[in-house]
């Protein structure tokens, strides 16, 4: 059974940093691409960041770019989002998802971790 | 990367049908044959609907379908069941390696 569980939300001033994790199980984490997606409170879905399978090729929305770095690591079946010069806008609930062996849709989710810039 | 275009709101009644459309540009939509469709109640995690236009992951019942055409694309539930009362997220690839999701629907069954 897939199973993506997240970690490391919580309280942050605006300027800080924060690492967030996502424990993945259930499949062969090294040959799929991963996602980060967020849902600010009361708000729609927004992608954040990809990275391959391999973990050599990431990619961000314009909105993060230069302040957050996703990252995997296939040894430990953990996916990573470090987020820096956190800003209120960047509050939400932050998803990890796993994309489908069989196209481009998030097959997966976790449930979640929440993620609140405030001073 | 501006959101994918979708109505606030649609609603019907039980076993009618109700289709939700997703606008976007010859960048995301219309350049791809990459949208995808997630259904989210209240206090859960998404799910996927549709992928790819229009295939259906393995348990997803074919009251639900996909379709695209041009920058538009379209997710229509048929048979429509009180369980369905959800938002849907579409969600393209887009040029550069990004994707962008729709601003989402409610749908209400009345």
């Known amino acids: 059974e897939v199973q993506l569980v997240e970690s490391g939300g919580g309280v942050v001033q605006p300027g800080g940093s924060l690492r967030l994790a996502c424990a993945a199980s259930?499949?062969?984490?090294?040959?799929?691409?991963m996602f980060w997606v967020r849902q600010a409170p009361g708000k729609g879905l927004d992608w954040v960041s990809l990275i391959g399978g391999d973990g050599r090729n990431t990619y961000y929305a314009d909105s993060v770019k230069g302040r957050f770095n996703i990252s995997k690591d296939n040894s430990r079946n953990f996916l990573y989002l470090q987020m820096n010069s956190l800003r209120t806008e960047d509050t939400a609930l932050y998803y990890c998802?796993?994309?489908?062996?069989?196209?481009?849709?998030?097959?997966?989710w976790g449930q979640g971790t929440l993620v609140t810039v405030s001073s | 990367q501006s959101a994918l275009a979708q109505p606030r709101s649609v609603s019907g009644s039980p076993g009618q049908s109700v289709t939700i459309s997703c606008t976007g540009t010859?960048?995301?939509?219309?350049?791809?044959?990459?949208v995808s469709w997630y259904q989210q109640h209240p206090g859960k995690a998404p799910r996927l609907m549709i992928y790819?236009?229009?295939k259906r992951p393995s348990g997803v019942p074919d009251r639900f379908s996909g379709s695209k055409s041009g920058n538009t694309a379209s997710l229509t539930i048929s048979g429509l069941q009180a369980d369905d009362e959800a938002d849907y997220y579409c969600?393209?690839?887009?040029?550069?390696?990004?994707?962008?999701f729709g601003t989402g629907t409610t749908v209400t069954v009345l």
């Open positions: 998802a796993k994309r489908s062996a069989s196209g481009t849709g998030l097959d997966f």
């Open positions: 969600c393209s690839y887009a040029d550069n390696f990004s994707y962008v």
């Open positions: 790819d236009v229009n």
């Open positions: 259930g499949f062969t984490f090294d040959d799929y691409a």
């Open positions: 010859y960048s995301d939509v219309g350049g791809y044959n990459y």
